[in-house]
């Protein structure tokens, strides 16, 4: 059973986090205006009263950054919420909510309005608003090691599903549930559960006092007891949760449409199937590939020349890859090697004999690929993303692979999840995939940002399918 108490405990938060805002506001103005004089060269004047339209300005912005956070689901009961996901979410809606502010600010030309007061109540707003949930994350640990708030769950099903979830849970102890037990005919040996009783003790099972959930996790053959599990669950009023057979088919995050009486589940729907998503990450995408294309283009001089000088031939080398929505196009790259035929199928090696020795030097540090910057600004390619692939193998992965064509439902990318995580060059193909689907199934623009910093920091740039 839901605890009665949950919404009580979220508007208690919802409103602790006004206060945390507010508060966060009048010491960014007390810092400003009051402290930070008296280390102004020349000495501390008389302190400043602030204004009162700016405190009431503050209010305001408190209590509607706690309405934007309500509509964003941060104070949604369900314990799936990870904290990085909270904290990416303030993160953001802070972010916007105080580059706002300040447009409003500015507009109503508001007299003691300071750019500074703003910058430190971001600062301290966030900071503050974050370092709740972390004390709170701790807190629950603590009290989880002592036995204490636990989510009581019973669990229907004794097959493979139902030990999926019992594994799901025990890789991620900190979000509180304790499974109770099962009820299952025959349990299989992986679920790690004591059984209560049969499928045929539902209704018994189910009218014990103390669960807070039900979770249905039945394999194919047992679905014919759904019908009896949903009628105990209702009987009892209990929340119903149920993991599908088909789990292992569906996205990360699966969304559900309604057709009349019929629910279409998408299994292959992506977070860029969102025009906001898709528009964000183009934007990043147009904005990004033309500013690095002003700061590198000294060095794509000096490699077009080197190019040109150690060789003959062509400066810019233009490969056929596979891309969004598996459409062809021309990837850009510095030759790195001497003109040869066979180009279209195979992987060079790192002591391939075709190389020249500056092409050998442009490979080392990536420099090869700063062309493929004018491909993301034309749109072929996205900064992050899969890494695109020849024709050739295309055609040979995808009937070898499972899902391997997921990958073009997004635009190829520069560098990738894939790569930050080690998987470059002579690697495990089918590894490699399940990193890209997994990004495609959870990509956000924070990601990105991870991807693209680990990118610069964390080694080579790209260095992968160095195709001759």
């Given at each position: 059973m839901i605890k009665e108490n949950q919404r009580i405990r979220a508007v208690c938060s919802s409103a602790l986090d006004a206060v945390l805002l507010f508060a966060a506001y009048w010491l960014a103005n007390y810092l400003r205006f009051n402290f930070w004089r008296y280390y102004q060269p020349g000495g501390a004047g008389p302190a400043l009263d602030i204004a009162q339209e700016t405190v009431f300005a503050g209010a305001v912005y408190a209590v509607a950054a706690v309405a934007v956070f309500w509509l964003c689901g941060l104070y949604d009961a369900s314990r799936l919420r990870g904290l990085w996901r909270r904290c990416r979410m303030i993160l953001l809606v802070n972010a916007g909510g105080i580059l706002l502010f300040e447009a409003l600010l500015y507009q109503f030309r508001v007299v003691n309005f300071s750019r500074l007061v703003v910058g430190l109540f971001y600062v301290f707003g966030t900071g503050l608003l974050i370092a709740k949930r972390v004390v709170r994350r701790f807190y629950d640990r603590w009290r989880h090691r002592q036995g204490q708030d636990f989510h009581h769950v019973v669990l229907v099903g004794g097959?493979?599903?139902?030990?999926?979830?019992?594994?799901?849970?025990?890789?991620?102890?900190?979000?509180?549930?304790?499974?109770?037990?099962?009820?299952?005919?025959?349990?299989?040996?992986?679920?790690?559960?004591?059984?209560?009783?049969g499928y045929a003790e539902m209704e018994r099972v189910l009218s014990a006092p103390g669960i807070d959930e039900v979770v249905i996790a039945l394999d194919a053959a047992e679905m014919s007891h759904i019908p009896a599990a949903l009628a105990a669950c209702d009987k009892q009023g209990l929340r119903i949760t149920m993991v599908p057979f088909y789990n292992d088919y569906l996205p990360a995050r699966p969304t559900i449409d309604v057709l009349g009486s019929c629910k279409l589940i998408n299994v292959r729907q992506t977070p860029f199937d969102n025009i906001l998503n898709a528009f964000a990450k183009r934007s990043l995408d147009f904005l990004g590939s033309l500013v690095l294309i002003l700061l590198t283009s000294p060095i794509m001089l000096a490699v077009a020349i080197g190019v040109k000088l150690s060789s003959p031939g062509p400066v810019i080398f233009c490969q056929k890859r596979v891309g969004l929505n598996k459409k062809e196009f021309m990837m850009y790259k510095f030759r790195s090697m001497r003109l040869n035929a066979g180009e279209a199928t195979g992987w060079s090696t790192n002591e391939d004999p075709?190389?020249?020795?500056?092409?050998?030097?442009?490979?080392?540090?990536?420099?090869?690929?700063?062309?493929?910057?004018?491909n993301v600004l034309k749109g072929d390619m996205s900064l992050v993303g899969p890494r695109p692939e020849v024709p050739f193998h295309v055609e040979h992965f995808k009937e070898e692979i499972p899902r391997y064509l997921v990958r073009q439902q997004v635009r190829p990318g520069l560098t990738g999840w894939a790569q930050v995580n080690g998987l470059r060059g002579d690697t495990d193909i089918a590894e490699r995939i399940r990193y890209d689907i997994w990004y495609i199934e959870n990509w956000t623009l924070a990601l990105d940002a991870k991807i693209i910093f680990r990118t610069v920091f964390g080694g080579k740039m790209i260095n992968d399918e160095k195709l001759v």
């Open positions: 097959g493979k599903v139902a030990a999926q979830y019992l594994l799901a849970l025990e890789q991620n102890p900190y979000y509180g549930y304790r499974v109770d037990g099962c009820i299952a005919d025959a349990p299989d040996a992986g679920v790690a559960a004591p059984c209560l009783g075709r190389k020249t020795r500056f092409g050998s030097f442009i490979r080392k540090f990536s420099l090869d690929e700063l062309p493929q910057f004018f």
